[in-house]
């Protein structure tokens, strides 16, 4: 995963080279979604909105070499409807609503049917900044 949204870039930079503040989310979610979250137009994604889906809080190891992954596993509720196919995955600052902080792809889709739980292995969620 290595699409970082504009509107943390743009903080980012003015941390950075404006000096200007900014405060980080206390925590960080992860959502899931059926196409690209970032994307435009027909190509953008829409999150997982049905039956018990509710977005995962997950915690991050120390960045190194400009990268970072989950320092936890990340496992969703048993799905109790078909939840569709997950191609992408975002990090949010908020549990609901919020601002996207990061998204990619998986490297494998899944398709989450009822009675499935959709789990993301320690170190399987791999943040890089290019």
Known sequence: MSQIDVSL?????DLI???????PPTNIYVALYDGDP???GEDLGTEVDVGNYVRQSV????ASDKET????????PEADT???DVTHIALYDADSDGNILFAGALENSRTVYE???LRFNENEIVITID
């Open 82 to 84: 078909d939840w569709g």
């Open 17 to 23: 080279l404006r000096e200007e503040s900014y405060t």
């Open 69 to 76: 992954d989950n320092s936890l596993d990340v496992q969703f």
């Open 59 to 62: 915690s991050f190891n120390e």
């Open 38 to 40: 970032l994307g435009e």
């Open 115 to 117: 009675g499935d739980t």
């Open 9 to 13: 870039a743009n903080d980012i930079l």
